[in-house]
């Protein structure tokens, strides 16, 4: 199992920064792969990036392309979401999540390891 801690969430007015962290823990893996999601409410959970734990290739959903950056400090098994230009209609709570391979899904369903989620509110 690997369990995953989120923090860093917070109230930011628009334009604003945050900085998200998801703390990885128990089994390691040969491989893995951590991915970001946020659910607004009464929405779907939807994908926003994800990193190759062992290759630290990225990919990023279109809406936050060139405003968030993924990043991994080894030595603290931890990932970092640098969110910039933070927007109202991004309010959610955002959750870090995890997965045995190398593929950087985008579907929510090819994740089996979840942490509880951080919320970040964005303010007009």
């Known amino acids: 199992q690997v369990q995953l801690v989120e923090s860093g969430g917070g109230l930011v007015q628009t334009g604003g920064s945050l900085r998200l962290s998801c703390a990885a823990s128990?089994?390691?893996?040969?491989?893995?792969?951590m991915g970001w999601f946020r659910q607004a409410p009464g929405k779907e959970r939807e994908f926003v990036a994800a990193?190759?734990?062992?290759?630290?290739?990225?990919t990023y959903a279109d809406s936050v392309k060139g405003r968030f950056t993924l990043s991994i400090d080894y030595a603290k098994n931890t990932v970092y979401l640098q969110m910039n230009s933070l927007k109202p209609d991004e309010t959610a709570v955002y959750y870090c999540?995890?997965?045995?391979?190398?593929?950087?899904?985008?579907?929510?369903?090819?994740?089996?390891?979840w942490g509880q989620g951080t919320q970040v509110t964005v303010s007009s």
């Open positions: 999540a995890g997965r045995g391979d190398i593929g950087l899904y985008v579907d929510p369903s090819e994740y089996a390891y």
């Open positions: 128990g089994r390691t893996f040969s491989s893995l792969t």
């Open positions: 990193i190759s734990w062992t290759y630290g290739t990225t």
